[in-house]
């Protein structure tokens, strides 16, 4: 149908329990730190616009920023502010808004996708369309350029000093851990050239690896490395 709606399952992927019957394209779903509700992007009213769901299903609220379209949602650590990716006539930023309303508070002024923050909540990095990371403070300032080439938004994601990325080469893909102090860079593993690696996502204990693998056939899976 071309729609995509926002799942939940249990870590070894069984149980799948469907939360939204929105009948759009839905994506880009977040936890927020309590384990409570979901943050996600819906164009169900037109523009993608935010939405909040609880985990245990319901009506999902919208929170609309007209006219602009507003993807790449996260939660703050804190629980108290959510950043996304807004876009109006073509610039994007990243912005932040409260849970329950209110209004918007702009973070980057040049511009800025998928935002993820640090740890310790005192940092923002986030991606440019020319394949670089950046790092800004979370209450927003001068911003600081920590990585190149990384090709897309969703390759990437930050763990206390560490950062996880995927890399392309002639050799096909790898997986990569830079240490934000020391700046040294390590390679976790590869991955052969038939397959495409994106949405890098470390456990919470930094144990493990997730990652989305698709073939040439566009079969996509979740996968996961120790």
Known sequence: TGASEIWVA??????????????????????SPDGQKIVFSSDAAGDHDL???DVEGGEPRRQALDPSSDEEPIWSKNGQWIYFKLTHTGNSQIWKIS?????????????????????????????KREGTIWRIPAEGGEEVKVL???EFRRQWDVLKDLLYYALVDDQ????N??????????????YDGTHSVNCVTPSP???WIYYASQDRRQTSDIMLVE
């Open 51 to 53: 939405y909040i769901v």
């Open 205 to 207: 204990n930094g144990k």
């Open 177 to 190: 851990i830079l240490n934000l102090v020391t700046r040294e860079n390590t390679v976790a593993f590869r």
């Open 148 to 150: 190149d080439g990384v």
């Open 10 to 31: 249990k870590a070894d992927g069984t149980n799948p329990v469907q939360l939204t019957k929105l009948n759009c394209i839905s994506n880009f779903p977040d936890w």
């Open 99 to 127: 849970p329950t309303g209110g209004e918007a508070i702009q973070i980057t002024k040049g511009e800025g996708r998928f935002p993820r923050e640090s740890t310790d909540g005192k940092y923002l990095h986030y991606w």
């Open 172 to 175: 096909g893909y790898s997986i």
